[in-house]
């Protein structure tokens, strides 16, 4: 992974913002890095500042280490303060320009969105969601899904979305993990001109999530769906009929804002919590200045909502920010390969946030797709997800950007909630392949394994060592986990990211990705653990060891080593029925690139799988030390498989 920095030095090109880009941005100089390294809980209270607070907090911080709490006594209401505060100067701005993939259009002005919420709330005061209730949300990208969000903050209950491509296994563990009331869903979707059918997948789910009772299904494809009386409503029928007020709830800064399930290192995946005024004020000020939002800025972020960029920064962010924030349903080669670009010159985009793999692909598709398009509009590209390598880097600056964009590569975590390390695109001297620095405010180290900071040019983990507003507050349901996943390895002073960093003599941070057992595929996090135990609920499998492998378009892919059981035989038709089942248990996107089967796995004499042996196997690099094993031979023996 030192790759990147040896990149670097073969790329050693710095990009100082441009000038007209530099005089009109949020920020061009380090005064705001003064001032938060002078006092950062004033600085964030003067983000805080700028929301609408029915109560006004009276301490900024209470930090009980691990616990934090900001804004404390504070009482807001987040869809108040992302529609209601701009409907005197923006009543008629679009909130949400929407495309299908088919290539309709819909525009929600701020005006519209808050009549939506309005009333979605109501149906679901109707169903009898309280403050504090959990409400699922399994949607695809359709603007139900911002409202259904915004419909829950308004009345106080918390949002788990659960991402629309994850398997009925998927969204049932998250009904039962957080014991949801309602679920929102679709009757299907569009995906690369097929039809995805969701309620099917639903329907399988809610056999076993007891704590659902109702069902909206919002129709969108107009496919056959099972309707279950009593339980199942369609969207449209129950939007006619409620009221188009709502009253928002007084929250407290403390009070749940939604769950978000990400992969760990260990076990199921975790419902990482976010709260209410902390998190508002971390997006709505990172969206501000790191994508130096103005007013008449179309901006599109092209995560889909189901993870964490989506939350933060299609609904939450831009949304506080009363800015205009576009959202695609589709794949970005239907009908061609242009599609993106086609969409940015149709509605004249301006900040575009994408992640590495995308532009990797772009880049492999060819300059001739972008060249197509009249892409003028834009003055600022983003990036997330992934280290980016210097040369996709350059060519999204050259080919999308033509060298007049700065290109923000931005570093956060489910976790974090909003972006900890990052350009501010008027000030920042951009270096390609580098997040550059923290964010003014976030205190960030690179530290060795007894948690000292390692001299520049050297790898360590990366941790963050002050409490940020938008910090998750814990892992739903598990307090114990969140102490250990996150705060034990340097005895609770700081917050262990996961992620392995070095720091150049500038003081710049260069991200070295996972190191732990999570793999990073796509800018999607999957862990190894979690394909492992999908593979050996297939009756074939005794045993899996799943590990990543560098992949030029993905970043990392997964291979899975698999020993079967008595009686079973390796062979192509097996390798495709064990896929087909971590698509089932997880979804396509946990699906192994590479299958290989094995008598054995590398294991040491107390029975601990090597991992570190079958990294080397599936990169083909040579093997390291291999004594340690109880059976030196299986190495041979997997290799003869590859
Ligand atoms: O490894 C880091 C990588 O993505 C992880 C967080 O994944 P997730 O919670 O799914 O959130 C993704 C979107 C925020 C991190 O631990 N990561 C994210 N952004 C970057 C990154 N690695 C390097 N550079 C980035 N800009």
Redesign the pocket.
Known sequence: MSETIDAFLKENRTFPPPTEFAKQAWVNNDDPYKRAEDNYEKFWEGFASELHWFKKWSKALEWKPPHAKWFVGGKLNISYNCLDRHLSAHKNKAALIWEGEPGETRTLTYYDLYREVNKFANVLKKFGVKRGDRVSIYLPMIPELPIAMLACTRIGATHSVVFSAFSAQALRDRNQDSQAKVLITADGYYRSGNVEKLKERADLALKESPSVKQVVIVKRMGNAVTMESGRDHWWHELMQEADDYCKPEEMDSEDPLYILY?SGSTGKPKGVLHTTGGYLTGVYATNKWVFDIKDNDTYWCTADIG???GHSYIVYGPLANGATSLMYEGSPDYPQKDRFWAIIEKHNVNIFYTAPTAIRTFMKWGAQWPEKRDMSSLRLLG??????NPEAWIWYHETIGKGRCPVV???????TGSILITPLPGHTILKPGS?TKPFPGIAAMVVDEHGKEVPPGTGGYLVITKPWPSMLRTIYGDPDRYVKQYWNKFGGKFYF???GAKRDKDGYFW?L??IDDVI?VS???ISTMEVESALVEHDAVAEAAVVGKNHEIKGQAIVAFVTLGDGYKPSDQLKEGLREKVKEVIGPIAKPDAIIFSDDLPKTRSGKIMRRILQDLAEGRPVGDTTTLRDPGVVERIKQQL
Do not use: F, K, M
């Open positions: 990400t993870w964490v960029t990036s997330v997800g992934e280290p980016i590569d931005t570093w956060w975590q489910t976790e997040a990211t996961g992620d991200l990705g996972r990073n800018g999607h996090r």
